[in-house]
C-alpha cells in the first residue's frame, strides 16, 4: 500500500512535458481518502492543495473528490451527503456528469459516509509523500530544461527557489492553542504552583541521584533536551549512561538504550549488576542470584520497560533513530528517554568532507528529535587532552567541536585525580546549562562494579 505511482496523462507547463500520475494504493485506502475529504474537516486542511481528482482512476470517486475539494475552497467545510446527493443531482441535470454513473455514484456516497476509516495519521502522511514526490520530480524535469537555457543567468537560482519549494510541500503546520503568550499565563501560574506543592510531578525524568536532581532545573532530565556527560576516556562516561536510563526505568519510565560503541551483551550485562547490585565481576558465580534480583525488578508495578539495540560504529544516523522509533510507535510502544551510547561515532545523514560539519548535523538532528517526540535524549561525549588533565573539565574542554556544547541543554563533566581514582571518587561538574546556572560540583564515590558512575553523594559546592 506504498505510494507507487503510475502515469497516466501528459500536458506542458512553460514548454516542458509534465505527466500527471494517479494514486497506485489499494482501493481501499483511495476509497478512505475520499471519505476522509468529505467528512474530516482537519483532514482537508491539512492536504489542502495535495490531493486532485486526476490522481483517481475510478470516475465516481474523481466526482466525489472534485465535489468534497471545491466546497471546502468555498466554505472551509466538509460537504454533508446531503450537499453532495444535491450537487450529484444538479450535475446530472446540466449533463456534466454521464448519466450511467448515476447509479454507482449512489452506491459510492452511501460507501464513503458508512466507511469507519482506520489508519488515518499513515493516510494523511502517504498522501503527502505522494504529493512531495510529484513536486520533486517535476522539478528535476523542468531543471533539465533550465540549465540548458545557458543565456538564463538565473536558471541556478530558479532550480534551488523549485528545490526549496518541493521539499515544503505536504509540510503540516499543527494547529496550537496554546500560541497565544498572554492567554497562557494562568495555566503556567497553576502549574507553577501545582509543582511547587508536589500535587504534579516535576516535569525532568529524574536522574536517580536526588542531589543531582536538585540543581537541575527540570529536577531531572528535561523532556525535548539533549544532556551530556563528558569526560576521558575510562572516566565511567558509559556507566553514566546505563545509570541514568536505569534509574528513568525504576521510576516507571520506557526507554530505549541505542549502544553503538559497546555490544547488547556488554550492555544488558552492566543492566544486570546495575538492577541486580551484584558487581560484574561475579556474574559467572552468581548467574541464579541476578536472574533472580533482576527477575523482581521487572515484576514491580512500578517499574518501567527498557529496551536495547545494538548498531554498528560509524553507520547508524539520525533518519536509522527517525526510523526505530517510527517502528516502536507502530508497536504502541512510545519512550520516555533515549540513551545513545554514543552520538560521536553515528554517521551524518548526509555526509560532509568536514568532520566538524558532520558532528554539528548529528547532533542538531538528534536534538531535533528529542523535540519531535518529546523525549528526554542522553548522551556522552569525550574531553580534549587539556580537559582529561584539567582539574575541572569545562564545557570549552569539550573534544573536536564546540557545537556540540552548543547544541546539547546540560552538560556534566566527570572528573578525577589519579588519587580519586584509586579511592573511587570523582566530582561532577555541570559544565554547561541552557536553561540554568551552571558550575555545581558535586563530590560523589562511583562503584562501577554495579554501573554506577554515582553511588554516593559526598558533598555539594
Known amino acids: 500500500m506504498g505510494s507507487r505511482h503510475v502515469y497516466k496523462k501528459t500536458h506542458t507547463r512553460d514548454g516542458v512535458d509534465m505527466s500527471t500520475p494517479v494514486y497506485e494504493f489499494d482501493d481501499e485506502v483511495k476509497e478512505s481518502i475520499v471519505s476522509l475529504l468529505c467528512k474530516d474537516t482537519d483532514f482537508c486542511k491539512k492536504t489542502g492543495g495535495l490531493i486532485q481528482d486526476a490522481y483517481f482512476d475510478n470516475d465516481s470517486e474523481k466526482i466525489l473528490v472534485r465535489i468534497a475539494i471545491r466546497h471546502f475552497e468555498k466554505y472551509d467545510e466538509c460537504p454533508s451527503d446531503m450537499v453532495i446527493k444535491q450537487t450529484v443531482m444538479d450535475l446530472l441535470k446540466s449533463k456534466k456528469i454521464r448519466k450511467d454513473l448515476a447509479i454507482d455514484l449512489v452506491h459510492k456516497i452511501k460507501s464513503v459516509f458508512d466507511l469507519e476509516v482506520k489508519n488515518r495519521s499513515w493516510i494523511l502522511d502517504h498522501v503527502c509523500e505522494f504529493a512531495r514526490q510529484q513536486a520533486f520530480e517535476n522539478t528535476l524535469v523542468e531543471a533539465a ?41 494562568e495555566k503556567r501560574k497553576q502549574e507553577r504552583l501545582d ?76 543492566y544486570d549488576a546495575f538492577m541486580s547490585q551484584i558487581d560484574i565481576k561475579k556474574r559467572y558465580d552468581k548467574p541464579h542470584e541476578i536472574a533472580s534480583r533482576v527477575g523482581s525488578v521487572a515484576s514491580n508495578p512500578k517499574t518501567g520497560r527498557l529496551f536495547v539495540r545494538e548498531f ?73 587532552r587539556t580537559g582529561a588533565t584539567a582539574a575541572v573539565a569545562r564545557a570549552t574542554d569539550v573534544a573536536e567541536s564546540f557545537d556540540k556544547i552548543r547544541t546539547a541543554d ?52
Open 145 to 185: 530544461t533550465l540549465i540548458a537555457k545557458t543565456d538564463d543567468k538565473d536558471r541556478f537560482d530558479k532550480i534551488s527557489d523549485n528545490i526549496i519549494k518541493a521539499k515544503e510541500v505536504g509540510t503540516i503546520i499543527e494547529e496550537d492553542d496554546e500560541d497565544d503568550f498572554f492567554k497562557g499565563v
Open 312 to 384: 554498528p560504529s560509524g553507520q547508524f544516523a539520525p533518519r536509522d533513530m527517525r526510523k526505530l522509533l517510527d517502528y516502536y510507535a507502530a508497536k504502541g510502544i512510545m519512550f520516555d528517554m533515549v540513551v545513545v551510547d554514543y552520538l560521536d561515532i553515528m554517521a551524518p545523514d548526509v555526509p560532509n568532507a568536514n568532520e566538524l560539519v558532520n558532528h554539528k548535523n548529528i547532533w542538531v538532528a538528534m536534538r531535533g528529535i528529542a523535540v519531535v517526540w518529546n523525549i528526554a535524549m542522553v548522551t556522552a561525549t569525550q574531553t580534549n
Open 410 to 461: 546540560i552538560v556534566f563533566s566527570i572528573n578525577r585525580s589519579d588519587d580519586e581514582k584509586a579511592e573511587g571518587k570523582a566530582r561532577i561538574y555541570l559544565a554547561a546549562g541552557r536553561n540554568q546556572e551552571d558550575g555545581a560540583v558535586i563530590s560523589v564515590t562511583q562503584n562501577l562494579g554495579i554501573s554506577r558512575s554515582v553511588d554516593k553523594v559526598e558533598s555539594i559546592e
Open 195 to 270: 509543582v511547587a506543592s508536589g500535587k504534579l510531578p516535576p516535569a525532568g525524568i529524574t536522574t536517580g541521584i536526588p542531589e543531582l536532581d536538585g540543581v537541575l532545573d527540570h529536577r531531572g532530565y528535561g523532556r525535548k533536551e539533549l544532556s551530556v556527560w563528558m569526560g576521558p576516556p575510562k572516566s565511567g562516561k558509559s556507566f553514566a549512561l546505563i545509570q541514568a536510563a536505569a534509574s528513568a526505568v525504576l521510576a516507571g519510565f520506557t526507554v530505549l538504550h541505542v549502544t553503538i560503541e559497546n555490544s547488547r551483551d556488554v550492555t544488558n550485562t552492566r
